[in-house]
């Protein structure tokens, strides 16, 4: 296959290995709107199986009959790329979210079921190993009715102050993560959300109208309380978890050698020598995993894993959420739908 990767910065160049490596794959094609980190990008590859190149243009990569597409680009130019793949026939992976809003993302989505191509979402914990036991443990009844889940995304350290004004909010960016496997660890949607956040590090969040620590409380449609915490700052390392707890007891997702945590207790765990230090490291299966699915969805050997639809219910969750921070109230997530025009509510069965 020949691919086009759009976007070769921390997450593309990552993506751009990957792709490379890929047995499926004989040729990489990569644009960046600097166009030198796309050469950088390129150059790094000379070892691959596949052949890399940088060309000088997004267009020129659309142009250039590849069959499949990669967007990995700052998240302002996600809806717009999509759009422009689909209309170039084209199967569409692209990095969470679709949009920083409910309009660009259902452009996004009108544009792709107009055009009738193939498009997978990037949320790679639907591809991580302990993510996947814990679904099953819920699906197959093992801890019993689930009542309860804490969900922590905590990372070590800030991104670039300039990631910040594009990158949606720390609920869209960030959050948008736990709110997408909570509905596919448990198979239901989110009801309402009250949330709040603070900002207690660099100016730069609140400059741009963030928060760099968020909490929510998300109420699903059985009644499950859902608790997510996030943070940009824990030098301690990249912690991310999912406890869920039923009437059986508690399984944890995110819990395992090199996790960033350690107990007040005399006999209990210490920290450990090698924690996680980011994303990167932490779900480095999971995001080849999910790109070696998209390449089997761009072949027609699989149905897309993640769909545009799942990204649409989670970024509803986190304009809900955004918006009960700011208004300091409980928010329902159909209130928001309605308001935006975003049409009967999901499904995450
Ligand atoms: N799934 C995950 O865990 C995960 C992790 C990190 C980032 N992301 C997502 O990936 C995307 C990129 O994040 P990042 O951390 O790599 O950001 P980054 O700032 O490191 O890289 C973004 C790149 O996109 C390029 N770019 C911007 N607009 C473009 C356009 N119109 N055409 C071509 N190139 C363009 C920039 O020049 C830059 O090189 C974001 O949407 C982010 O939400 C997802």
Known sequence: MRVGLLGTGRIGSFH????????????????????????DVAGTLADARASAAALDSVEAVLRAGVDAVVIATATDAHSDLIIRAARAGLPTYCEKPIATDVPGTLAALREVERCGTALQLGFQRRFDAGYGAVREAVRT??????????????????????????????????CVHDFDIVRWVTG???????????????????????VDTAAALLTLDDGTLVSCNATRYNGAGYDVRMEVSGSRGTLVAGLDARAPLYSAEPDGPKAPADPWPDFLARFHDAYVAELDA??????????????????????LVAEACELSRRLGSP???DDVRAEAGAGAGGDAR
């Not at 709107?33 to 050469?39: E, F, I, K, S």
């Not at 070590?156 to 990158?167: D, E, L, R």
């Not at 959300?193 to 730069?204: K, R, Y």
């Open 16 to 39: 751009a290995r990957t792709l490379a490596t890929h047995p499926a794959v004989t040729e990489l094609l990569v644009a960046d709107t600097d166009p030198a980190r796309a050469h």
């Open 141 to 174: 009844g093992g801890l019993g009715f689930v009542h309860t889940i804490r969900a922590v995304t905590a990372d070590p350290a800030p991104p670039p102050a300039s990631y910040v004004p594009t990158s949606g909010g720390l609920f869209r960016d960030c």
């Open 188 to 210: 239901r949607e989110v009801v309402s959300v009250f949330a709040t956040g603070s900002n207690l590090g660099e100016p730069f969040f609140s400059e741009a109208g963030d």
């Open 294 to 315: 998209f390449l089997d969805v761009a072949r027609g050997l699989r149905p897309t894993p993640c769909s545009g639809h799942d990204a649409l219910e989670a970024l």
């Open 331 to 333: 928010v329902r997530v």
